[in-house]
């Protein structure tokens, strides 16, 4: 059973990671960037936002079914830049008071069980 979902997930699931351009709704422009947080952004930060559009109007090139079954993709354009962004988001994230206090009470906690697991029993003789 788990090989037949394997196999229904290989060939049923394509690959989701797309690159969206911006775009106009009711006058207003919409940008979704890599993380998949959506935004309006003015016409003035539209030029930071894609900076090799004009007004958001390129188009990203759909992938066919077979190009969807390769099991490795394309290197995104800024591959780099993507990686750097995402570790530095996870710092910030773990210099926030509420997840240190997560991090040091579970350590403590975990750290008080086993010293009495390694802590040699006593026994009376």
């Known amino acids: ?3 037949l979902n394997i ?3 290989f ?3 394509p690959e989701t990671r797309y690159t969206r351009s911006s775009m106009s ?3 207003q422009e919409w940008h979704t ?3 998949g947080v959506t935004r309006v952004v003015s016409q003035g930060q539209d030029t930071l ?3 090799g559009s004009q007004s958001g ?3 990203t090139q759909k992938r066919t079914y077979i190009q969807g079954l390769n099991p490795f993709s394309p290197v995104a354009p800024d591959g780099f830049k993507l990686g750097f962004g995402v570790v530095v988001k996870m710092l910030s994230a773990l210099s926030s008071p509420a997840v240190i206090w997560a991090i040091l009470a579970s350590s403590i906690s975990l750290g008080k069980d086993l010293m ?3 802590r040699p029993s006593r026994t009376s003789d």
């Open 1 to 3: 059973m788990i090989a």
């Open 7 to 9: 196999i229904l997930i």
């Open 11 to 13: 060939f049923c699931l």
């Open 25 to 27: 709704i009711r006058g």
């Open 33 to 35: 960037d890599e993380f």
């Open 49 to 51: 936002v894609n900076p």
């Open 57 to 59: 109007s390129t188009l």
């Open 116 to 118: 009495h697991l390694t």
